[in-house]
């Protein structure tokens, strides 16, 4: 089956810097979603973005489908972004998410 | 607040127990799923539901029991669990299958 790798796996920034997470999965994809887990454990869904680039707020990702990649920006951190990042994997003919293993950020005030 | 909301949000219970989890989405969607995130593991795809039919059942142990009533409430039915279920069991919905997923709060469990 498919393989979904994250990195890095850890991440401690400085309030206010930028930083690029990037999702490789190894079979094409139909599907493919960013999800924040904050420390209570609530994931929510940050884009579903199976090609192309978008954008939302200080949050942007963009996935290239044919290089099988994705890769999720995060422009002028703030301490709330803090938790771990997922990204999830589908191909076609299946209902079926891959996650990743996850960066964990720490952002520091 | 992601319109998905899981009872009970912690539980201890041991081997001999049998308890039932419930998640109930109030956005209208078709498709729930129930999801195992263990320690250290990436979150593990258990089952899945569309308009009240399973259409995934991942090999998970017989133990666990799924049950959709109707397309707003999940049930994952629990019985003669072993230590190492011991994870956060999340619930999700989404509007059609394989759209993005919403997810709730998780329930907590403890196997002792």
């Known amino acids: 089956g498919i393989q979904v790798e994250q990195s890095p796996p850890d991440l401690i920034l400085q309030e206010g810097a930028n930083s690029t997470l990037r999702c490789n999965f190894s079979d094409s994809v139909n599907n493919l979603q960013w999800f924040h887990q904050n420390p209570w454990g609530q994931l929510i869904n940050l884009f579903y973005?199976?090609?192309g680039t978008k954008q939302n707020g200080r949050l942007s990702a963009t996935t290239v489908a044919t290089e099988r990649y994705s890769l999720l920006y995060i422009s002028s951190s703030q301490t709330t972004d803090s938790g771990v990042y997922f990204c999830?994997?589908?191909?076609?003919?299946?209902?079926?998410?891959?996650f990743g293993t996850g960066t964990r950020l720490k952002v520091l005030a | 607040e992601t319109g998905v909301t899981q009872t009970p949000r912690h539980l201890v219970m041991g081997m001999t127990n049998k308890k039932s989890l419930k998640c109930e989405q109030h956005l209208g969607h078709n498709a729930m799923y129930w999801y195992k995130q263990s320690a250290k593991k990436p979150l593990e795809l258990m089952f899945v539901y569309s308009l009240e039919e399973r259409v995934e059942n991942n090999s998970v142990p017989s133990r666990f029991s799924p049950e959709c009533p109707n397309s707003s409430h999940l049930f994952l039915h629990l019985h003669t669990l072993q230590p190492e279920d011991s994870a956060l069991y999340l619930c999700?919905?989404?509007?059609?299958?394989?759209?993005?997923?919403?997810f709730g709060p998780g329930t907590r469990l403890l196997v002792l």
């Open positions: 999830a994997a589908g191909t076609s003919g299946t209902y079926k998410y891959i």
């Open positions: 973005i199976p090609s």
């Open positions: 999700a919905s989404s509007p059609r299958l394989p759209e993005t997923q919403y």
